[in-house]
């Protein structure tokens, strides 16, 4: 038995590949919910199915304490249209989202709504979150 060279080993070892991307997992999963931007609104809920379209929607939102936005910029209520037909470039069928905190007055969302349809936009919808499954 002559002096046998032993061979170098030719696996490659997996595990700190796992290490770094369970890493990266995890700092995905943790900055992915600080990544989104807006108005905070409590939204309500429904069983409705979304919509899908091409276009990007132009979102007014409008929070608890009655506050106008249009997008993430403040609005009152009787820039609201002008500023909507410029955010359009005058496109009256471009697609308008309406998001209301779900603790606002009715009357207030409908209002709103109101100004933007008489002010010729036809396409325009409230949004709602879907509820939570029940178990």
Do not use: C
């Amino acid at each position: 038995m002559r002096g046998r060279r032993r061979r170098p080993a030719s696996e490659i070892n997996v595990t700190p590949l796992v290490d770094v991307m369970l890493v990266l997992l995890i700092i995905f999963m943790v900055t992915a919910p600080m990544m989104t931007s807006g108005v905070n609104v409590d939204l309500p809920k429904t069983d409705a199915s979304p919509l899908n379209a091409d276009t990007k929607p132009i979102t007014v939102s409008v929070k608890s304490d009655g506050g106008i936005y249009l997008g993430d910029e403040p609005v009152s209520a009787d820039q609201l249209v002008g500023q909507l037909q410029q955010a359009a470039q005058n496109d009256k069928e471009h697609r308008i989202f309406v998001r209301a905190d779900a603790h606002i007055n009715y009357g207030q969302v409908m209002d709103i709504m109101g100004k933007i349809t008489s002010g010729g936009f036809t396409h325009v919808a409230l949004l709602a979150q879907q509820p939570a499954a029940s178990q």
